[in-house]
């Protein structure tokens, strides 16, 4: 047996004497999601079990190094270990913004203090943290944001205000930019800071969307205090850090495009009905849906194969938009696909007969996923000139 095969056995039999059987049921949507913190919302009530003995063994983080609370577990033992997770049907035990984000911008411009301080908690889901990044007049432009951190000497008094912060209301703590310096380029003087949003001068409001959630709110700070010691990287190399964290984020956001939930082939057949020869009946949507099944297919061929093929956890660069860009679009051709499946039934807002409208919401929730973490239009000006090299238009 080679040191991979007897890996494999080993996490295969400790998944299955440790995964709760409802921790093997895949997640309904976007709430059903467990992302821990000072305040976490349980659905089930083995979730907080289920990501704590994921955490002692490192596993909810696996290709993090030890020293930080990860796993240190090498590509190949993270490749088994979701394989062994998928064949069980085991969830993941926690998703976060700390995870997907902010832990590998400080694995590579943290100073080791600050690593130290943070990561252990978001591997073990202790603190939650929330993006500080869009504001009214910065969002594309991104660098034009203005709000102020004032140096006080052993500390950073912080003013402005931010909006669309995903999950504010429910985060501990967050990871903002701001700007220190007004006097060069705009993309200069904008620094990364860390900061408790349990603190006096931070107020959220959440704002109600189009699918009926609040998950976003406008964040304002007054006199809000980040400690020095929370300013990651310089003073100033805030753009370098936020550039960095944003190819994770797409990188995230692009494997939503994959994360199928419910097969829509069989939800298809079993609403619809089948034709002689066992085949979905009608026959442009069995079209439509089998080169949905196949572009998925093939975009999840491709990340693993661009994944495997950069150095683990530095994450794709610019290729990061190309998957995001086409990760969002297969999104939204799902969302309508279930629609186009549902009939009218899926157009139902609450009840119970319609999941509380979770197809529709869903739909609905798909059409920010090509607006969050940089529009669709500016992934492609990102994959023109970044990816392709094409001069300016
Ligand atoms: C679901 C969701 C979650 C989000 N979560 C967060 C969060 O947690 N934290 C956070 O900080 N922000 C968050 N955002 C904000 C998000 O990052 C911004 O909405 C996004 O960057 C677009 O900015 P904007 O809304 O100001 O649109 P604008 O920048 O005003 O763009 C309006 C339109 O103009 C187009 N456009 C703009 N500039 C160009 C250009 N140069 N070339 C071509 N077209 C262009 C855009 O593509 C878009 O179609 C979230 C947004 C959504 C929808």
């Excluded at 305040?39 to 979730?47: L, R, V």
């Excluded at 990860?70 to 590509?75: F, K, P, T, V, Y």
């Excluded at 119970?352 to 239009?377: A, C, D, M, P, W």
Aim: glycine letters at 12%; proline letters at 4%; aromatic letters at 8%.
């Amino acid at each position: 047996m080679t040191e991979i095969d007897t890996f494999r056995q080993e996490t295969r039999e400790w998944l299955d004497a440790n995964c709760p059987d409802s921790m093997r049921q895949p997640v309904s949507g976007f709430e059903d999601i467990y992302n821990g913190g000072r305040k976490p919302e349980i659905d089930i009530p083995e979730q907080p079990l289920w990501c704590e003995r994921m955490a002692e063994r490192g596993w909810t983080v696996p290709h993090w190094p030890k020293e930080y609370g990860g796993g240190g577990l090498s590509a190949e033992e993270v490749k088994v270990l979701k394989e062994e997770m998928a064949r069980i049907g085991a969830r993941r035990p926690l998703d976060s913004f700390g995870i997907s984000m902010l832990g590998p911008a400080l694995l590579k411009f943290g100073s080791e203090e600050q690593k130290r301080e943070h990561l252990p908690p978001i591997c073990r889901g202790e603190i939650r943290w929330c993006q500080g990044y869009s504001e009214p007049g910065a969002g594309s432009d991104l660098a034009s944001l203005q709000t102020r951190a004032d140096d006080q000497g052993d500390h950073y008094l912080i003013n402005g205000q931010k909006v669309w912060t995903s999950y504010a209301d429910k985060a501990d703590w967050i990871f903002c930019l701001v700007r220190t310096d007004n006097s060069g380029s705009k993309h200069e003087g904008i620094s990364f800071m860390l900061f408790d949003m349990d603190q006096p001068g931070v107020t959220v409001k959440p704002i109600r969307l189009i699918s009926g959630s609040s998950p976003f709110c406008e964040t304002f700070f007054d006199d809000a205090r980040a400690e020095k010691r929370n300013l990651v990287g310089e003073a100033g190399q805030g753009w370098t850090i936020a550039k960095y964290l944003l190819t994770h984020e797409r990188e995230m956001i692009s494997g939503f495009g994959t994360s199928g939930g419910k097969s829509l082939g069989k939800t298809a057949l079993e609403t619809l009905g089948a034709d002689a020869e066992g085949r979905l009946r009608n026959g442009i949507l069995r079209q439509d849906i089998a080169q949905h099944q196949l572009d998925t297919l093939v975009f999840g061929a491709t990340m693993e194969r661009v994944g495997d093929e950069v150095k683990a956890g530095q994450g794709l660069g610019p290729a990061s938009s190309i998957f995001k860009y086409y990760g969002t679009e297969l999104n939204k051709r799902r969302n309508e696909l279930n629609l186009a499946v549902g009939g009218e039934a899926a157009l139902g807002w609450s009840g119970e007969q319609y999941h509380e409208g979770e197809t529709v919401r869903s739909f609905l929730r798909s059409k920010g996923n090509s607006i969050e973490g940089g529009t669709s239009e500016v992934q492609l000006n990102i994959v023109a000139k970044r990816v392709l090299g094409l001069p300016d238009a």
